[in-house]
Every structure is written in C-alpha cells, then in structure tokens.
C-alpha cells in the first residue's frame, strides 16, 4: 500500500487489534473513532491484551476440569475392569452358561424354549418323579431327521423323553451334579444304563433330557399291588443281573471307575420288557480306584454301606452293599429294613424261603426256590459289615449268571 494513502475506518463498528502495517503507522484516532472494541499501539486507544495471557488462562480451566474429572473416571474405569474381569472368569469357569441354550438331541437341535413349550412350562402335570437333585418331566419332542447327513425339513419323528430339571435352591451343588451326570451318561455306552440324549444350562435352569422308559421306576412298580404281580421270579432275577451288568460296566470297564453312589429301587427303571436300567446319576462321580476322600455322603436313606457313618470313604464296594440291599428288597417286594440285620447274622441252614419271599406272587417252583435262594445267599455276601469282604460287582453279575445251583 503506497505510503502516501490516507486511512480513515472511522464509524465502522469495527473491533479487535489495529494492524501493525505501515499503512496504519501514522493513522490518528480522529480516523478510528466511531469504532467499537479497537485497541493497539496507537494513541487514545487500549493496549491489546496479549495471547499467551489467554492460552494461560484457558490451560488453567481445562487444568481444572481434569483436576475434578480424572478423581471420578478412575473408579469408574477400575470398576468396568472388574466387572470384565468377573464375567470373564465366571464363562470360563462355567461354559454350560451360555447365551444360546443349545441342547443337543440325537442329530438334531432343540433349544430350551423347546423344552419349556412341551412341558407347558414345567407344569406339574407333566412331573413323573422327584429327587433330592430335582424333578422329572415327560415330554414329546418333534425332531426333524437327517438321513445320510441331510436335514429333511418336511419330515419329522417324536421323541418321548424324560426331562430332569435340577432345583436352584443350592445352585452351586447342583450344577456340580448336573456336571457330573453330563460326564457319566455321555461317556458310558451300556444296554442296562439310560441314554442321555442332551443337555442345556442357562442362568434359571439346568435340564437333562434322557430316554423315557415306559414302566418307571422299579420301587413305583413295588409299591403297586397289581403290578408287582406282573413281575414273577424270573423277571425279578433278570431285573437284578441287568442292575449288576450296569455295576460291573462301571466299575471294572470305565476309565476311570465311576462309583454310582445312590444305587436304589428309586433309580432303577423298567422298560415294557421289565428289562432294568440304571438312571439317576445326580450323585455319581468319577474315582480312581483308591480314591476316599470325600466331604459328604450321597445316596438314599436305608441303602448306605455302614462304614459311610463313620469313614466318609466311598468306593465301589459301597454300591456292592446297595445292590445287597436291593437284591433282597427285589425278592421281598418291599425295602427288608431292619431284616438286612436279621438275614446277616444267620447261618445259610437257618434260612427259610417263606420268610424272604413277596407274598403277592406264586410259590416259587423247586428250581426257581434254588435260584432265588443263591441269589439271597449272594445279596448275603454283599451286605458283608467289612467291605474287603464283600465281592466285586464283576463277580456278582458273574455269579448271578454261572452260580451252579445249590444243594443246600
């Protein structure tokens, strides 16, 4: 801008610092005047207030905020951490507990809904059976089926099948049974033990779906005169080599044993044929043959081993003292009670058929007394007060089937 030009920015309503150019050198404030907020170097007019005074003051607010603002987004980040931390460990520890509910059965896919749908929502109607872990369900499931690794939309089967839904009220107790029943039943392959067909967990339940046998269970059938008659002697001591194969499998085929721990009438269950399965492994876990330690008992009332009282060491020869029970409980007709104190402390010659047999069926035939006095003779050796003395359940179901008849 030549030098020679004249400025005048008066009445212009202009504000902020006056340029520091030549042209403004040696303007006067007659030519500034009618301005608002005009400050420089020139006189008649404020000084301008310097930059780096404002950068200070804007650093000292915001020196400010976070000295307020970092106190309280510390907890909040540590807190969120945790939180992580916790869910993290927790689906780790716990993968049954996941988002999806899937249950696996045969081939297909079911998820709880399905489960919740046919039962109609747990209804009591739908209950065939209470336990200490939790109740049972019938249920018809609509599978889709899969031939040669196809799914057939259009096509579809029902499944009728038992639903164990465990109780919440001990929740740790229970998915630790609710485990172990998943770990014996998916690893065990044997005619005389309930097949699991699938299994789901989610935060309010943890369900079992597992064959349904159409007789129930053996002490159901007991308990009622009409069909306790349906059961001749034959049948009874086919009932009791199917519980000893099922024993034996697992405690002399598996890897490592598995020690039932509740063997009962309860949790023996008959199929049309009356052929006997083991089922209810709520309490079942796995053991190395040596091991006994053991912080509470499992099983039910009137068939534990006495040394559960005073030992807490479970063992194979535990379940070997239940079946005792059970034998003289299939032969009886009823649970023998304080006879098991009776029958043990006499000697083979005393014993007298009419006192051990169920009364609601025919006299045994001369060969069938022969066979069931073994049998009780047997059951005799398993309910032994020293379990070293009591046999095997490999060589209980062995003498069940090759015992030679006795003399006696």
């Known amino acids: 801008m030549p030098g020679s030009m004249d400025i005048d920015i008066s009445y212009n309503q202009l504000e902020g610092p006056v340029p520091s150019g030549r042209a403004f050198q040696n303007v006067s404030i007659e030519q500034l005047q009618g301005n608002k907020g005009l400050c420089g170097n020139i006189v008649g007019l404020q000084p301008c207030k310097s930059v780096s005074g404002v950068k200070n003051k804007m650093w000292s607010e915001h020196k400010l905020i976070l000295a307020i603002a970092i106190p309280l987004l510390c907890p909040l980040l540590l807190f969120t951490f945790i939180g992580i931390l916790i869910m993290y460990k927790c689906r780790k520890m716990n993968p049954m507990k996941g988002d999806d509910d899937l249950l696996t059965v045969l081939d297909g896919k079911l998820t709880y809904k399905d489960i919740f749908e046919a039962t109609n929502g747990f209804d009591p109607a739908f209950c065939i059976g209470k336990g200490g872990c939790g109740k049972v369900y019938k249920a018809q499931l609509s599978l889709e089926k899969i031939i040669e690794g196809k799914r057939l939309h259009s096509s579809f089967e029902m499944l009728t099948v038992a639903v164990k839904r465990f109780h919440l009220s001990s929740e740790t107790a229970n998915f630790e049974a609710f485990l172990s029943e998943i770990r014996a039943l998916t690893e ?4 005389n033990i309930v097949k699991l067909y699938g299994f789901c967990s989610n935060d309010q339940n943890s369900l079992l779906v597992y064959e349904y046998l159409d007789r129930g269970s053996l002490a159901k059938t007991l308990s009622i005169d009409e069909e306790a008659k ?7 001591v086919n009932i009791l080599k199917g519980v000893a194969y099922a024993l034996s499998y ?3 085929s598996c890897s490592p044993p598995i ?3 509740d063997i009962s009438s309860n949790n023996i269950l008959l199929d049309s044929q009356y052929e006997a399965h083991v089922s209810d492994f ?6 190395k043959c040596d091991s006994s330690n053991f912080s509470s008992l499992a099983g039910t009332y009137g068939y534990f081993a006495p040394e559960l009282a005073y030992t807490m060491k479970v063992t194979e020869k535990c379940d070997v003292y239940s079946f005792g029970v059970l034998a003289l409980e299939v032969i009886k007709g009823k649970h023998p009670g304080e006879y098991i104190q009776y029958v043990t402390t006499l000697s083979n010659g005393d014993l007298r058929m009419e006192d051990l047999l169920d009364p609601r069926i025919l006299y045994p035939t001369r060969e069938e007394e022969v066979i069931l006095m073994s049998v009780v003779k047997l059951a005799i050796e ?7 003395h009591r046999p095997t359940m490999h060589n209980v179901s062995d003498m069940l089937v090759h015992r030679p008849p006795s003399n006696e």
């Open 188 to 191: 065990i392959r044997h005619r």
């Open 230 to 236: 349906k059961l001749d002697w034959p049948k009874r």
């Open 250 to 252: 697992m405690h002399h």
């Open 259 to 261: 020690v039932h721990r």
């Open 282 to 287: 709520g309490t079942a876990k796995f053991l």
């Open 382 to 388: 398993c309910l032994h007060s020293n379990p070293q």
